[in-house]
């Protein structure tokens, strides 16, 4: 795990890098107690609120598109008021020993949202706008890729008010150990499994892991997935949702009678995502011609080889300025002239305002929620096939699986195994999607939200009510 700034927009887990936004670091939203304060310990309170602004508004739209899907399926009523909700929803406080010696309090959230198919599954989030409403918003995301994917979870995600940049690893965590054991109440190897998500990775997984060993006194390595290889990690998790980006796309521009090779890519992010898909389309042919940190962006015509610009810019500088790429802004990114758009950083990028503007005729979200419901209306009217996050970056959540399975038969499977059985995973999702959205002449996204609530729906009729 990286602390300083730069190297963060490379290394945050499943999302990261990107939008220059999450650069713009409001204050930290915890209130800071002085330690000296702690003798009067009862009175110890946060001197004021977390402050989260509304990056925009998450859960309402998740709703609208509930409620636009119930319709079209003629979700039975009960079935879809049961889905409006989230079936827990847990919000911790999180007391950290700072290094000099304070106290200070972070606002964490762990939600499920749903758990017909199975134990709740999804990351965990460290970024200074987390709120409740997102994360909800984001865990519902979860139930319905989980469903499409046909793996058997519901949805969860869990998130830490918190701009990890500005902690030291040994803030970190103490952060991380803490919030695991206020969750503790809630996750489990057969209930809730967390993975990383924007600003996690690996090591915070590592923590997870610990922290809960240590409690219950033994290992237990499907409690937690996107773990070090070292620690029964799966093999080709941290590269499976760039990889899965790079399979979707592949086979979209196959249905599209186009030929991958040469195809221009603009990548909007270079974390953990973006790298991976960059370096999995180069591999196929493709010409990554643009990508982006939260430093800005770089453009060359011939194209960006992702395996140099990743081998010799080092994890904690910026991408901007490579040799022979000129530098273009964020703005400039989304609205290339190329042919295939991944935005693949953090939500709400393509929003009404710059949708008009994209050139691209297919756009892969290769991040969660990257296009708001109006973008998505714009992009719709300009013929725009928008490949939905739910189908497009469920290789992070597939490999999860797998790794979760081999944790509870302590049997690891070779790198060509995973990659063949996430591949074949993820390109029947995609057949069935793409064989739907022909059939009812509706986008993308509606039809992979057809499949998923139906397949939540199917579920719930087998387990009837309780009691
Ligand atoms: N955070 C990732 C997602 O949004 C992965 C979740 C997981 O692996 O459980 O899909």
Redesign the pocket.
């Known amino acids: 795990m990286v602390k300083s700034s730069k190297a963060q927009k490379k290394s945050n ?3 990261g890098g990107g939008k220059p936004a999450a650069g713009d670091a409001p204050p930290l939203t915890a209130a800071r107690v002085s330690s000296s304060a702690l003798p009067a310990a009862a009175g110890v309170s946060s001197a004021r609120q977390p402050v989260v602004p509304k990056r925009h508004d998450m859960w309402e739209q998740s709703l609208r598109q509930l409620d636009a899907t119930a319709k079209s399926i003629n979700l039975e009523p009960s079935v879809h008021e049961v889905l409006r909700h989230c079936k827990r929803t847990l919000e911790v406080a999180v007391p950290v020993k700072m290094d000099n010696g304070t106290l200070q309090v972070f606002q964490g959230y762990r939600v499920h949202h749903n758990q017909f198919r199975g134990p709740a ?3 965990l ?1 460290y970024h200074h706008e987390v709120s409740m409403d997102e994360v909800k918003a ?1 865990a519902m ?2 139930t319905w ?1 989980c469903a499409l994917m046909n793996i058997p ?1 519901g949805g969860a ?1 869990g998130g830490v008010v918190v701009d990890p940049r500005k902690l030291s690893i040994g803030e970190l965590e103490r952060l991380t150990r803490r919030f695991t054991s206020e969750i503790m109440i809630i996750i489990g190897p057969d209930k809730d ?5 924007m600003g996690t990775d690996g090591q915070v997984m590592a923590w997870i892991y610990d922290t809960y060993n240590m409690t219950t006194g033994h290992a237990v390595p499907q409690i937690v ?2 773990k070090p290889v070292s620690l029964g990690g799966s093999l080709g998790r941290v590269e499976a ?1 760039g990889r899965g980006v790079s399979y979707i796309t592949a086979a979209v521009a196959k249905e599209k009678g186009l030929d991958l090779k040469g195809l221009r890519v603009a990548i909007q992010g270079a974390g953990n995502v973006g790298s991976n898909a960059a370096k999995a389309l180069h591999e196929m042919g493709a010409r990554v011609v643009a990508l982006s940190d939260v430093g800005g962006a770089i453009y060359s015509e011939s194209g960006i080889d992702p395996f140099k610009l990743f081998s010799q810019v080092g994890p904690k500088d910026s991408i901007v300025g490579f040799p022979g790429t000129k530098s273009i802004s964020n703005d400039e990114l989304l609205a290339l002239d190329a042919d295939i758009l991944i935005p693949a950083a953090l939500g709400g990028v393509l929003t009404e305002k710059n949708a008009g503007e994209v050139k691209a005729k297919i756009v892969v979200e290769a991040a ?1 929620g990257p296009t708001t419901p109006e973008a998505d209306e714009i992009l719709r009217g300009k013929g725009v096939t928008v490949v939905p996050d739910i189908l497009a ?2 290789g ?2 597939t ?2 699986y797998f790794e979760w399975v081999q944790g509870i038969q302590y049997y690891f499977w070779e790198l060509d195994e995973i990659n063949t059985r996430l591949h074949k995973i993820m390109t029947k999702a995609f057949a069935n999607l793409w064989a739907l959205s022909k059939r009812e002449r509706i986008p993308l996204r509606d039809a992979a939200m057809r499949i998923a609530v139906s397949r939540v729906a199917e579920a719930n009729k087998m387990l009837g009510l309780f009691p």
Do not use: E, F
């Not at 499994?193 to 998500?197: L, N, R």
């Open positions: 887990g499943n999302n599954k999804g990351g989030r984001l995301l979860m890729k979870y995600k499994i967390p993975a990383p998500d997935t996107g949702t969660n970056n469920a992070g959540v490999v999860s």
